[in-house]
């Protein structure tokens, strides 16, 4: 069964300060991946996601992440933290064999401070 | 389109009372997934349904848990009897086949349960 490893579960960090969350899945075969930000009572919102083709991906509000095959990796990154990134993130896989399945990481709550 | 649309917002009962959640996909979405987030367990998948059929319960709980789904326009999870460890926040999301050229699953507001 597929599943999918946050090692980060809590990031504090200033404004302008850069972040980079690790996720890492178990699965040999095709996958698409994904991260998803849940802001303070809200719910879970596409940041960006994989599916083929470039490795490096970028998503909405300044995040991108890297599809490292060879290490079962897909790391989030954001250059220059702001406040309002405070936020619970998730990586989430869809193997192959899965279907439409999609497996979520135990969550990152990224806290930025003003 | 008005998104996925989950009621109630919250729900607060006593242990042992009978609990529906609702969730309303977005129209053309032919798979619906119900999720449960606590802080010690994170999103946890209960079920999902691909037109209208359970595909996957092998994440339902327990045999209080019940989810049915009798149209393609809505869902329910049922709890019952209930019990103080059921308090969690429950998100519906919705998809159509995932690829390139859709976004994922889009998730309803979720509704919190507090079982007292």
């Known amino acids: 069964a597929q599943s999918v490893s946050q090692h980060n579960h809590h990031v504090i960090l200033s404004e302008a300060a850069s972040l980079e969350l690790g996720c890492n899945y178990s699965?040999?075969?095709?996958?698409?991946l994904f991260w998803y930000v849940q802001y303070p009572g809200q719910h879970l919102q596409l940041l960006l996601k994989?599916?083929?083709?470039?490795?490096l991906v970028k998503g909405i509000k300044g995040f991108e992440a890297e599809f490292i095959k060879s290490k079962f990796s897909f790391n989030l990154r954001k250059p220059s933290v702001q406040w309002s990134d405070t936020a619970e993130y998730f990586c989430?896989?869809?193997?192959?064999?899965?279907?439409?399945?999609?497996?979520f990481g135990g969550g990152t709550r990224v806290l930025v401070k003003p | 389109d008005a998104g996925v649309i989950q009621s109630p917002r919250h729900e607060v009962t006593e242990m042992g009372q009978e609990v529906t959640l609702r969730c309303k996909p977005i129209?053309?979405?032919?798979?619906l997934f119900w999720y449960r987030q606590t802080m010690m367990r994170g999103l946890e998948l209960l079920i999902y349904?691909?037109?209208?059929?359970?595909?996957?319960d092998s994440g339902m709980p327990e045999d209080r848990f019940s989810a049915k789904m009798p149209n393609a326009s809505f869902s329910t999870l049922k709890i019952q009897p209930s019990e103080p460890r059921d308090s969690a926040v429950y998100f519906c999301?919705?998809?159509?086949?995932?690829?390139?050229?859709?976004?994922?699953?889009?998730f309803g507001s979720g509704t919190r349960l507090t079982v007292v």
């Open positions: 129209s053309g979405h032919d798979y």
């Open positions: 349904f691909n037109n209208n059929v359970p595909i996957d």
């Open positions: 989430a896989v869809n193997a192959g064999a899965a279907g439409n399945k999609l497996t």
């Open positions: 699965y040999g075969g095709t996958v698409n």
């Open positions: 999301a919705s998809t159509t086949l995932l690829t390139r050229a859709n976004y994922g699953y889009t």
């Open positions: 994989y599916f083929s083709g470039d490795p």
